[in-house]
T-cell receptor, first 113, second 116 residues
Framework: LAKTTQPISMDSYEGQEVNITCSHN???????ITWYQQFPSQGPRFIIQ???TKVTNEVASLFIPADRKSSTLSLPRVSLSDTAVYYC??????????????FGPGTRLSVLP | GAVVSQHPSRVICKSGTSVKIECRSL??????MFWYRQFPKQSLMLMAT?????????EQGVEKDKFLINHASLTLSTLTVTSAHPEDSSFYIC????????????FGPGTRLTVL
């Protein structure tokens, strides 16, 4: 089971691009990388998932280098409402027992005006 | 995306009582549901995995007799906190997973349990 390491916290200002990097040195061949966002007193919300190279959707981009030992979540032009905890998870999409969803401490992003 | 609901969203109870929390997948069938617990300023901790029609699998350190899980249908799983104590006060979150290759998890909104 791959362990992930992320910065505990980050500060940014409105309108800036924020990049949060996650290290997962022991990632396995079948593992995917998934990022979730969580606001206080709410369940986590799926942001983006990828396996290699770059994935982009309407809210974020995910950059994964060739060795896949790290990944970077990129949030373009953050706003105050992006203040949340961001979790990086690594696991096998085919896992049937939920063991892929082991949450690390996450990164607490604070967006300042 | 698929929607998962939890009921109740908040519950306050006296010490020694039992509390049942429901987790429903509203627009899809979930063969597997997961229960997490989250204490303030901490991350989510997986408590148990619930498979429809079979006994739940509990994580190490989670008492199965205290946290009763029932997954009676493909859209409903329940977590009952028996004989609750103040230390059980926490945010309980469930998630449900679609079966198959692309088995993304969808999380419920959580239930805030306060035991007095």
């Amino acid at each position: 089971l791959a362990k992930t390491t992320q910065p505990i916290s980050m500060d940014s200002y409105e309108g800036q691009e924020v990049n949060i990097t996650c290290s997962h040195n022991n990632i396995a061949t079948n593992d995917y990388i998934t990022w979730y966002q969580q606001f206080p007193s709410q369940g986590p919300r799926f942001i983006i998932q990828g396996y290699k190279t770059k994935v982009t959707n309407e809210v974020a981009s995910l950059f994964i280098p060739a060795d896949r030992k790290s990944s970077t979540l990129s949030l373009p032009r953050v706003s105050l409402s992006d203040t949340a905890v961001y979790y990086c998870l690594v696991g096998d999409k085919r896992d049937n027992y939920g063991q892929n969803f082991v949450f690390g401490p996450g990164t607490r992003l604070s967006v300042l005006p | 995306g698929a929607v998962v609901s939890q009921h109740p969203s908040r519950v306050i109870c006296k010490s020694g009582t039992s509390v049942k929390i429901e987790c429903r997948s509203l627009d899809f069938q979930a063969t597997t549901m997961f229960w997490y617990r989250q204490f303030p300023k901490q991350s989510l901790m997986l408590m148990a995995t619930s498979n429809e029609g079979s006994k739940a699998t509990y994580e190490q350190g989670v008492e199965k007799d205290k946290f009763l899980i029932n997954h009676a249908s493909l859209t409903l799983s329940t977590l009952t906190v028996t004989s609750a104590h103040p230390e059980d006060s926490s945010f309980y979150i469930c998630s449900a997973r679609l079966a198959g290759e692309n088995n993304e998890q969808f999380f419920g909104p959580g239930t805030r349990l306060t035991v007095l």
